[in-house]
């Protein structure tokens, strides 16, 4: 079942730009420019671009707080804006800069709020919680006020409190944003343990490229408004030029060139004992195998290829 639909979405505005010493024009600008998308119930996507690239505005447009200028959307079979209210009801969301906790009050106290606000029965808002407490660790301060927790411990309390009425969809912008590593890990594991039961879709945007690695099968690309990549992270790999590398060290080295079909050689260190191969075809147990039978072996790294890397020459191409 598709969760969300979206074709030809458009977000347009108007900006004042000088258009000479006393005069100002007025010039139509798209955040949001003819993005096509589809995303299935269950799927865990991750969005991503630089900033001003319209991810920000996207996620607006499906939860309702924005209109759009052009194109269709639906999220959960609902257009969201002319039945946000409905909507609210189906969605999660999580935006690392806002809040939707009573800031003086317990943790405890705002999660039982939220439950009369969107009318979840006791039980059923129980179990959430229950299960939100075990995978997050939430115990050590469910009672403290919201304005004494650190910014992890509000992170983990504003992902409880989106999932406590069970939506459908969950909208998470940059929710790993200003973490230590240790919440960092916790908020990982629970959208990974989300992500394996299949019962949420979620939409991630963040400039944390190890959460994209980590959770999301399907990548998402957005520069100036427009998607420009939009698959598996190993075809970001393979279209953009990205391999794995293999860093061997020998105790010797080696008599002469050694043909190594689908292995390109891309430095040799250490007077030739350390040499560093980019793989263009063959497997890492290729190579290794083949240098075995010629040359004794003393170390070997097999390097994964840098999305950073990656996605920096996308955004430089686009």
């Known amino acids: ?71 269709q959307v639906r999220v959960c079979g609902l257009e969201p804006e ?30 039982d709020l939220l439950r009369h606000v969107y009318r979840v029965p006791a039980a ?60 960092k890990q916790a908020v990982r594991g629970f959208l990974a343990e989300l992500g394996r039961t299949g019962d949420t879709t979620v939409v991630l945007t963040t400039h944390d490229l190890a959460d994209i690695e980590r959770l999301c099968r399907r990548l998402v690309v957005i520069d100036r408004g427009r998607v420009v990549h939009d698959g598996s992270l190993e075809d970001l790999h393979a279209r953009y030029g990205s391999r794995r590398r293999v860093v061997v060290d020998l105790d010797e080295p080696l008599a002469g060139p050694l043909d190594l079909p689908g292995a390109t050689v891309e430095s040799v260190e250490a007077d030739g004992r350390r040499i560093t191969y980019g793989l263009d075809g063959a497997t890492a147990a290729e190579l290794v195998a083949r240098l ?11 390097l994964e290829p840098d999305i950073e890397d990656v996605v920096a020459r996308l955004y430089t191409r686009a």
Not at 29 to 34: N, Q, Y
Not at 134 to 152: A, H, I, K, M, N
Not at 292 to 302: E, F, G, H, T
Request: aromatic share 4%; with cysteine; net charge positive.
């Open 292 to 302: 075995a039978a010629v040359a004794a072996l003393r170390d070997i790294s097999v």
């Open 1 to 71: 079942m598709t969760e969300i639909a979206a074709r030809g979405l458009r977000k347009d505005s108007a900006v004042r730009v000088k258009a000479g010493r006393l005069r100002r024009a007025t010039r139509t600008v798209s955040a949001v420019d003819g993005v096509d998308l589809l995303v299935e119930r269950g799927e865990m996507l991750g969005y991503i671009g630089p900033n001003g690239a319209g991810k920000s505005t996207t996620l607006k447009m499906l939860t309702g707080v924005l209109y759009p200028s052009g194109g």
């Open 82 to 111: 002319p039945q946000r209210v409905r909507l609210a009801r189906r969605i999660g969301v999580v935006f690392g800069q806002r809040s939707q906790l009573w800031w003086d009050l317990p943790v405890r106290d705002s999660f």
């Open 124 to 183: 059923e808002h129980a179990a959430r919680l229950a299960r939100c407490r075990s995978l997050l660790e939430l115990d050590p301060f469910l009672d403290t006020p919201v304005r004494q927790l650190s910014l992890g411990q509000r992170m983990r309390s504003e992902l409880t409190a989106a999932l406590l009425h069970g939506p459908s969809v969950l909208f998470l912008d940059e929710p790993t944003i200003g973490l230590d590593v240790v919440s």
